[in-house]
């Protein structure tokens, strides 16, 4: 590989989608690209980077591909109106509301004993977590997700249909639009990077996954336990970190699959104790 090929790349590396929309927004309220490197050069970007980044062309450095058009994304009835929401077969209290992302955090959506019983019917069936591989559409392991996991599959059991109802009355979405019920233990030291939860239309694997339901537009991260110490999930675009607590739940939605979306979110170290949550993720159609 010669010098500049290695240069070029370690310079894309850095040109993530969060900084592709902090140019685009800078450069629409008319910042020149003086101030532009200057404040590059300040948040500690190396001088070639930064002017290799101010060369692009502005509509690359804005984004690769357009921005898709919004897509009808599931949202609670009356949220951000009322503390007590309707899920069916009991109330839920929305007692965090933003509006940018679209988030909520959610208390009493489940009970103990249910937070429990899904412990109990995961614990045997855990294995090492898998993310998807959006350059192929499979599945791997990653070293930013250090948690074991597992699915189950949508209405396995009695216990299984009850929350998936409840989630559907609640966030006013088909069942069918859901995936399968995802269980994730976190031990101590183990942590789940920042990430979005849709798939990146850039990504080679990502029509093949597409076909299955389409895209991913929203997340519910229910909570089974508290661990003693970390594990918060955290929203840097938002300055939020929602701290576990069995019961309750974050949910969050993304109508287009890009940064704008501000749904960046990690799951930061557990520091003592373990951390058990179980994710519903939700898909424009029916997941078959
Ligand atoms: O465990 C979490 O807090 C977490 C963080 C980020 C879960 C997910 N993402 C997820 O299940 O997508
Ligand atoms: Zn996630």
Redesign the pocket.
Known sequence: MSNNAFASHAFEQDITPAVRVWLAEQQAAGFGPDQLLKSLLDAGWGEAAARHLLAMPAKIAANDSPLPPPLPVPWPAHAGERLALDAGDRQVNAITVLQDPPLLVLEGLLSREECLALIDAAAPRMSRSLTVDVKTGGEETNQARTSEGMFFERGESALISRIEARIGALLGWPVQNGEGLQVLRYGPGAE?KP???YFDPAEPGTASILQRGGQRVA?L?MYLNEPEAGGATVFPDAALAVVPKCGNAVFFSYSQPHAVSRTL??GAPVISGEKWIA?KWLREREFI
């Open positions: 789940y990430h979005y939860d997340t991260v979110h990690g994710t």
